[in-house]
C-alpha cells in the first residue's frame, strides 16, 4: 500500500510542477504574441497616416492579421488557465497524499489513494500537448524533492546512506 501511495504523490509532484511551468510557458507565449500584434499594428498605423510606402504598411498589416489569427487558434490565454488550473488541483492531491503517507494507520487508505488517483486522472485531461523533455525534468525534480523530505523527516535517509555506504565497503 505504501508503495502505491508513494508513487501516486510522485505523480502529483510531477504533475503539479510541469503544469506550473506550463502554464508559465502560455502566460508568457500570450503574452508575447500580443505585444508582437500591438507594435506592429501601431507601427502599421503610423507608416499609412504619414503616407509612406504603401506596401510597407500593407505587409505589417498581413504581420498584425497572421498575428491574430495564431492568437485565435493557439488560445495561450485559455491553455495557461486550464495548465494553471491542474497545477493546482495536482499540489492540493500533493498534500493528500502526503498526509495519507505519514498517516500509517489509515484503515481505508487502498479506497482513498484509489479515489485520490481517479481524481488526478481527471484533473489532467486538460487537452493541451505534452512537453516531454519538461516532463522527464519535472519527475526528476519531484522525486528528488520528495526523497529528500521524506528520507529526512522519516529517519531513512540514514538508513538509506549507511546501507548505500556499506555495500560500496563491501564491493
Excluded at 503517507?101 to 486538460?126: F, G, I, M, Y
Excluded at 522525486?143 to 546512506?161: C, P, Q, V
Amino acid at each position: 500500500m505504501r508503495d502505491q501511495i508513494w508513487y501516486t504523490l510522485l505523480d502529483a509532484e510531477r504533475l503539479a510542477r510541469y503544469y506550473e511551468r506550463l502554464g508559465s510557458r502560455y502566460q508568457r507565449l500570450h503574452f508575447y504574441l500580443n505585444v508582437a500584434v500591438t507594435i506592429c499594428s501601431f507601427i502599421a498605423a503610423v507608416v499609412l497616416l504619414v503616407d509612406w510606402y504603401a506596401w510597407i504598411s500593407a505587409g505589417l498589416f498581413l504581420a498584425v492579421s497572421g498575428g491574430v489569427t495564431w492568437a485565435i487558434f493557439a488560445d495561450y490565454s485559455k491553455k495557461a488557465t486550464l495548465a494553471d488550473h491542474a497545477a493546482s488541483e495536482c499540489a492540493d492531491l500533493a498534500i493528500e497524499l502526503k498526509a495519507l503517507w505519514r498517516d500509517e494507520d489509515a484503515s481505508d487508505s487502498s479506497e482513498r489513494v484509489t479515489e485520490l488517483e481517479k481524481r488526478l486522472n481527471r484533473v489532467t485531461r486538460v487537452g493541451i500537448g505534452v512537453d516531454h523533455r519538461l516532463n522527464e525534468r519535472c519527475a526528476e525534480e519531484a522525486y528528488e524533492s520528495a526523497k529528500a523530505e521524506f528520507y529526512r523527516t522519516e529517519g531513512l535517509w540514514d538508513a538509506a546512506s549507511s546501507q548505500q555506504s556499506a555495500t560500496s565497503a563491501a564491493t
